[in-house]
Each structure stands twice: as structure tokens, then as C-alpha cells.
């Protein structure tokens, strides 16, 4: 079974600054998909970037981009010129690209805090 | 094009009681899947059903809990006989093909 692991429960980080949030997960198969997902007090989850395992490139979108190290099964949410907005938990998430549907395992999620 | 609806958002059971949850997927989305996430933790897989069919229920409690999704209307998670330990967050979330998307989520509280 894939695990997804988060050992960062809390981060906080200064408005206009960067932030790093650290995942990593273990899987035994070779292709699958890795997502960041954003949930607001508002509890709507929010896809915030996605990744195919077999491709090299890193992911980005605007402020968003991640750090994707498939040998060391590690896959880093760097967020840029942190706004207000982005103060919210975070969760990163695996899908096995084997199985039938879109089943997905999340971490534990880190909570983000934005200081002004 | 309306997104993934839950309803109720919030919902209070006392123990013993019966808990139905309702979800119904994005317009044209044939493939259902549900989550639960418990206060300070991340969601949990619990059942995956296309039309009429449970396609996966790994992640549902063996005892209480059972999933529809018929040929016409919502889905439904039903949670019989609630305890204490049932309240959490349940999360829908509807697929075409690749991306899953979320509902707002059901909050049920049991007292």
C-alpha cells in the first residue's frame, strides 16, 4: 500500500516571502500521478498543481511550483511571493496510475500561516 | 456547469441515530468517490462506485456504513447507528476521466 507523509504540521511564513512544504511518500510501482491540494477554513478542497511521475519537468503554476525527486520518492510544494490568500492546510496526495478510478491517498497536511 | 454538491454542509445525529449524506457530481461525471477526514488529519479513501455499481470499498468500515450511487439521483453515504467516534468530515468528489473534483464537504457532528 502507498503512504504519504508530511512532517511538517505547521510553517508559517512572512507575506511577499517563499515557503517550502515537504512530502514524500512510498510506493512500490513506477507510475502515478502526485498532487498538492490547498483546503481553506471554507473546507473546499482546491487542487493546486499536479505532477505525472514520468515526466522530468517540474510542475509550476504562477506562484506555485514543486520540487520532484522520484529516486528519493520526494515531492516539495514551493510557494513564492506568499500572499494572505495561501494561509490555509495543504495536503499532498499520490494516485496510482495502475488502478481503475482516481483514488487518492493525502498526508497528514501542514497548515500554513501567512504573516503580514 | 455546477461543481460537485454536498448537502447537507452540516448535520447533527445523536448516537444510535441514522446519518445520510448526499452527493451529487459534477454534470456528466459518471465516477463517485468518498472520503472521510477526521479533525487534524487528511482524508481517507472510503469507497469508489460508478452507476449502480461499488467499483471499490476498501476504505469503508465494515460494520454500519454502505454507499449507493443509483442510475438516477445522488449519491449517498448512509451511516447507521452513529457513534461518537463517526464525527468527521465527509468529502465527495466526482471524475470523468483524470482530475477528481471536490466537494464542499458534509460536517456530521454526533451527540
Known amino acids: 500500500a502507498q503512504t504519504v507523509t508530511q512532517s511538517q504540521p505547521e510553517m508559517s511564513v512572512q507575506e511577499a516571502e517563499t515557503v517550502t512544504l515537504s512530502c514524500t511518500y512510498d510506493?512500490?510501482?513506477?507510475?502515478?500521478?502526485l498532487f498538492w491540494y490547498k483546503q481553506p477554513p471554507s473546507r473546499q478542497m482546491i487542487l493546486v498543481i499536479r505532477q505525472e511521475a514520468y515526466k522530468q519537468q517540474n510542475a509550476t503554476e504562477n506562484r506555485f511550483s514543486v520540487n520532484f525527486q522520484k529516486a528519493a520518492k520526494s515531492f516539495s510544494l514551493k510557494i513564492s511571493d506568499s500572499q494572505l490568500g495561501d494561509a490555509a492546510m495543504y495536503f499532498c496526495a499520490y494516485r496510482s496510475a495502475n488502478n481503475a478510478g482516481n483514488m487518492l491517498t493525502f498526508g497528514g497536511g501542514t497548515r500554513l500561516m501567512v504573516k503580514p | 456547469n455546477a461543481g460537485v454538491m454536498q448537502n447537507p454542509r452540516h448535520l447533527v445525529r445523536r448516537r444510535g441515530q441514522e446519518a445520510r449524506l448526499r452527493c451529487s457530481p459534477m454534470?456528466?461525471?459518471?465516477?463517485v468517490y468518498w472520503y472521510r477526514q477526521l479533525p487534524e488529519e487528511g482524508l481517507k479513501f472510503m469507497v469508489y462506485?460508478?452507476?449502480?455499481?461499488?467499483?471499490?470499498e476498501s476504505g469503508m468500515p465494515k460494520e454500519r456504513f454502505s454507499a449507493e450511487f443509483p442510475k438516477e439521483g445522488p449519491s449517498i453515504l448512509r451511516i447507521q447507528q452513529v457513534v461518537r467516534g463517526d464525527s468527521a468530515a465527509y468529502f465527495c468528489?466526482?471524475?470523468?476521466?483524470?482530475?477528481?473534483?471536490f466537494g464542499q464537504g458534509t460536517r456530521l457532528t454526533v451527540v
Open positions: 510506493t512500490s510501482e513506477s507510475d502515478y500521478y
Open positions: 468528489a466526482s471524475s470523468l476521466q483524470d482530475e477528481a473534483f
Open positions: 462506485l460508478q452507476k449502480e455499481n461499488i467499483i471499490d
Open positions: 454534470k456528466g461525471h459518471s465516477h
